[in-house]
């Protein structure tokens, strides 16, 4: 988060003669531009739509000399799960393969990007009879709170009716417990074994700050300047066409402070503390997550 990922893969699609894929969970919704900090200023502001998938928009945005592909994918109040954007993305990587370009895929949706170049979801845990005898009876909110705790990103990942489905929860809560003490090791270890793209890709890059107090600093004053460019009016816009806090594209960061400040829960300070803070919070456990596969290459900011 907040490393300049997309400046370096454009100056990269530039000497490779490759083409961008968005893996932003954020920035796949429609009308979500500024607070999720959609790269809209690098392109022409024509959007071409190419083809779709399962009700999803495929196309791109222009820019030179390439194109940024799977921006505004779907509506801000549709589901998408890991499974829609492989099947997106794997139709774009396709198409810009048969033109002779470079697939370049960017962002910072891991589970999106570990679905996609390694085909899984979850890895095979052994079930803890013991752990769901305890959880059993507990609460749908004690059980999302516990998920929070141990891997908020996984709880983010789950669909509206699986965040509260207490059998599901119970399921992830399991394998992150699994893994705290089994770290799976990289899909890519050993071989190939037929996995896709492992012909073509080239290497993995991650980025990271080399210390708490630049992340801090750089998402700091990357608040302030959405909020400058509209952010909050981008959210009343949203409000006022009948989205809500309910929907999978408001249910995220930045736009969960604001409509807590619309709403006059929050004041407008501790709205960009928390929103601060919930940024921060991610980008420690995208870092926690992404050290667990050893084929990332990683660049220090």
Known sequence: TATGKTSYALQLAKELGGELINADARQLYKELDIVTGKDLHH???????????????????????????????????????????????????????????????????????????????????PPNNKLRQELGDAPVSELQDKLKELNALVFEDLNKSEQHNPQRLIRRIEKEMYELKHPPQSPLKGGTNGLPFRDVLYHITGFRFNSIDDLTKTISERVEKRLDAGGIDETIRLLDKGYTLNDPGLKTIGYTQIIYYLNKEISLEEMKTIWISKEVQYAKRQLTFMKKNDEIEWIYI
């Open 43 to 125: 392109t022409s502001g024509s959007y071409k739509l190419v083809t779709k998938c399962d009700g999803a928009d495929i196309g791109y945005y222009k820019t030179s000399p390439t194109r940024i592909w799977l921006y505004d994918v779907v509506a801000p109040n549709q589901p998408f799960s890991t499974y829609d954007y492989k099947e997106c993305a794997q139709w774009v990587i396709d198409d810009i393969k048969s033109r002779g370009k470079v697939p370049i895929i960017v962002g910072g949706s891991y589970f999106y990007i570990q679905h996609l170049l390694y085909d899984v979801v979850d890895n095979k845990v």
